[in-house]
């Protein structure tokens, strides 16, 4: 047999003992990449060695290349020159931002008596007429006369059970709940106290003081504090940092206060009482503690984390900050101006949709892939490692 093997081997053209060998090669490079791919795959699900990727990936982010050390004195004298020059728009940007401010503050006189306005409808202060109530739908939102009639009796069916409302009922704590930043922060016992809620204002700084905005909570009477407002103060600055002129991004918190809320005996709802059993080391004897303790509540808003003046905060301080700091610019920003759409959840569709977008944009190119995976001669779906998922097994 090995005779005949060798004979055939012999008889083949050498042409031929080329291919061979190239299909030999094809097969084991193919091995190969299923060795890498699985043992890849294997590290990929190894918790430690993530770890030690990412750390890597970390130590890298930001480091030198080397090429400035490597420019020659004259140029690295050039771009100092250049880093003058980022110093000096810096501060010219800071001026814009502090116009910008300005700005801000003049039309936000022009949109209060329209946030006025909506105050007194919420609140029922105000009965919107006829035409101001005329609201014309979206195409995709326009209905059938069919739909329209049979919405009209559904409306017509609820007025008879219920009452007749005053304004829109729990507008503002409506606003809270529908959006995740917010109802992140709001307890079950924050909610009776949230119905007597009446507005949010913004108030910015007069001309000439320093950078700031004031957000104004107002309440009507209620049985929890007899403050009637609220207020938290935000503290900005619009300048580069002498230190650090690069990380000049635009205006920045430097630091907020809060205020004194006058809660009814027995109503302070960011306290709580426990108690404690505690057994006395000698006689053994056990007794009953009453402690007061903090409790989490919205109304801890009111009480930020004070800024010394060295201005070092520890960690837990920092992350307090750094979050109150994002939802005063997000109720000043996004809340104040445009309530009614947070009030419906539009506001919070826009964002969904968005997101959308993205999962539609990465569903394209994969169609595009397996496109091309079809049109490519060489694709051998047999040889394809990574069956659809519809095909896996459960």
Request: glycine share 4%; hydrophobic share 30%; net charge negative.
């Amino acid at each position: 047999m090995a005779d005949i093997d060798n004979k055939e081997q012999a008889d083949l053209d050498p042409a031929d003992m080329e291919d061979v060998e190239e299909v030999e090669e094809e097969e084991t490079g193919e091995d190969v990449n299923n060795k890498a791919r699985q043992l890849t795959v294997q590290m990929m699900q190894n918790p430690q060695i993530l770890a030690a990727l990412q750390e890597r990936l970390d130590g890298l982010v930001g480091s030198p290349s080397g090429y400035m050390e490597s420019l020659p004195k004259v140029v690295k004298r050039r771009v100092n020159a250049l880093k003058n020059l980022q110093v000096k728009c810096a501060k010219i940007e800071a001026k814009f931002y502090e116009e910008v401010h300005e700005l801000e503050r003049k039309y936000a006189a022009l949109y209060q008596p329209l946030f006025d306005k909506r105050s007194d409808i919420i609140n029922a202060v105000y009965e919107p007429n006829d035409e101001e109530c005329e609201w014309k739908p979206d195409e995709e939102e326009e209905l059938t006369e069919e739909m329209k009639e049979k919405a009209k009796i559904e409306d017509e069916k609820k007025d008879d059970e219920k009452e007749d409302p005053k304004g829109i009922p729990e507008f503002w704590l409506t606003v809270f709940k529908n959006v995740d930043l917010l109802s992140d922060m709001l307890q079950d016992h924050d909610e009776p106290i949230l119905k007597h809620l009446k507005d949010i204002k913004v108030k910015f700084s007069d001309p000439g003081q320093a950078m700031s905005f004031t957000l104004e909570f107002y309440f009507g009477s209620n049985e929890y504090f007899t403050n009637e407002v609220l207020t938290k103060t935000y503290k900005m600055r619009s300048e580069p940092d002498e230190s650090d002129p690069f990380s000049f991004d635009g205006p920045e918190i430097m630091g907020c206060t809060g205020c004194q809320i006058d809660w009814k005996k027995g109503k302070n709802v960011t306290l709580k009482t426990i108690k404690k059993k505690q057994k006395h080391k000698g006689r053994g004897t056990v007794r009953t503690v009453t402690k007061t303790v903090p409790n989490d509540s919205f109304f801890n808003f009111f009480s930020p984390p004070e800024v010394p003046e060295s201005g070092v905060l520890d960690e837990d301080s920092e992350e307090l900050l750094a979050a109150d700091f994002e939802i005063g610019h997000f109720l000043r920003e996004r809340i104040v101006p445009h309530a009614v759409l947070y009030f419906t959840g539009e506001a919070i569709e826009d964002d969904d949709d968005d997101y959308d977008e993205e999962g539609e944009e990465a569903d394209d190119e994969e169609g595009e892939e397996e496109a091309d995976e079809e049109n490519d001669p060489d694709y051998d779906p047999k040889k394809d490692t990574n069956p659809p998922a519809e095909c896996k097994q459960q």
